[in-house]
């Protein structure tokens, strides 16, 4: 029997999916609008700008975008033909890797402010220390119960 939400579950659960629905799509655009980039194409490029050598297994890069591979690959492969990133398969190194260029390195710099920028004016400034503290915490929660439900799924 299904366990109907309560009204305070319900206001939780319409908050997350308002923000769901919303700021990838506000990130979107701002992110196009100035720098060329999608969210997430953003998100892999930042993502191998913070490892040493500015490299990533594509299995690990996917994990971390949070992504299956089958994005991941289909949007470095788009990376690739801008000149930002390439596939590395170098023999010694397991699996196939995502390279950040130079060319890549200057488009993550180059975008970074309005971004943060973005972040700060969609989400952070409305809250206070304490708050931006215990969205963190919460966040960090439901991630971590995202990703053990769905390896018990299987997803």
């Not at 919303?22 to 655009?29: E, K, N, Q, S, V």
């Not at 980039?37 to 998100?43: A, D, I, S, V, W």
């Not at 992504?67 to 590395?88: F, M, N, P, Q």
């Amino acid at each position: 029997m299904t366990q109907w939400l309560d009204p305070v579950e319900q206001r939780a659960w319409q908050a997350i999916v308002a923000l769901m629905a919303r700021i990838p799509g506000a990130l979107d655009t701002r992110l196009q609008r100035e720098s060329g980039l999608t969210h997430f194409e953003f998100r892999v490029l930042s993502l191998l700008s913070e490892e040493a050598g500015h490299r990533l297994q594509l299995s690990d890069l996917a994990h971390k975008a949070n992504a299956s591979l089958s994005r991941l690959s289909h949007v470095v492969s788009k990376l690739e033909r801008l000149g930002w990133a390439r596939r590395d398969s170098t023999a010694g190194r397991r699996g196939v890797h995502a390279v950040l260029t130079d060319a890549g390195f200057e488009k993550v710099l180059e975008a970074t402010p309005g971004y943060v920028d973005a972040v700060r004016r969609l989400v952070l400034d409305c809250l206070d220390a304490e708050q931006t503290a215990q969205l963190a915490e919460l966040g960090e929660t439901l991630s971590d119960r995202l990703n053990r439900v769905l390896a018990e799924d299987g997803d």
